[in-house]
C-alpha cells in the first residue's frame, strides 16, 4: 500500500515540476521575444542617425546660394541601402529653408528619419553660414 501512495507522490511531483519548467520557458521566451525587438529598434535608430548626419553634412558642405526652400527626399530598404523603390523600408527627409543676405547665406536644415510605419526614428535641426564670394 506504502508504494501506492509513493508512485502517485512522484508522479504529482514530476508533474509539478515539468508545469513549473514549462511556465519558466514561457517567461524566458518573452523576455529573449522583447530583446530581440529592442535590438531592431536600436539598430534602427542608430542607422538612422548615422545616415541623416551624414546626409545633413553632405547637403551642407554642397549647399548650393538658392532661396525660400527646398525639400530632399532619401529612400532605404531593410539593409539601409539606397533605393527607388515605392514603398522603401526607411525614409530620411531634409528641408532646406535658405536665407539670403548681403553677406551670404544662411540655410537652415530640418532632418528626419521614419520607418515604413511612419514612426520617427531620428530627427535633427541645425543652420549652416556660407559668406558670400
Request: proline share 3%; net charge neutral; hydrophobic share 40%.
Amino acid at each position: 500500500m506504502k508504494t501506492k501512495y509513493r508512485n502517485i507522490a512522484f508522479l504529482a511531483e514530476l508533474i509539478v515540476n515539468i508545469l513549473v519548467f514549462s511556465i519558466a520557458c514561457a517567461f524566458l521566451m518573452l523576455v529573449f521575444g522583447k530583446a530581440s525587438e529592442m535590438t531592431r529598434e536600436t539598430r534602427e535608430k542608430s542607422f538612422a542617425s548615422t545616415n541623416t548626419l551624414a546626409l545633413v553634412e553632405t547637403v551642407r558642405l554642397a549647399a548650393p546660394d538658392a532661396r525660400g526652400e527646398e525639400t530632399l527626399v532619401y529612400t532605404y530598404d531593410e539593409n539601409w541601402q539606397a533605393t527607388e523603390s515605392a514603398s522603401p523600408a526607411f525614409t530620411i527627409r531634409l528641408t532646406l529653408h535658405y536665407q539670403a543676405s548681403g553677406a551670404g547665406t544662411l540655410t537652415y536644415i530640418d532632418a528626419s528619419a521614419h520607418n515604413r510605419a511612419g514612426q520617427e526614428l531620428y530627427t535633427l535641426s541645425t543652420a549652416s553660414y556660407r559668406p558670400a564670394p
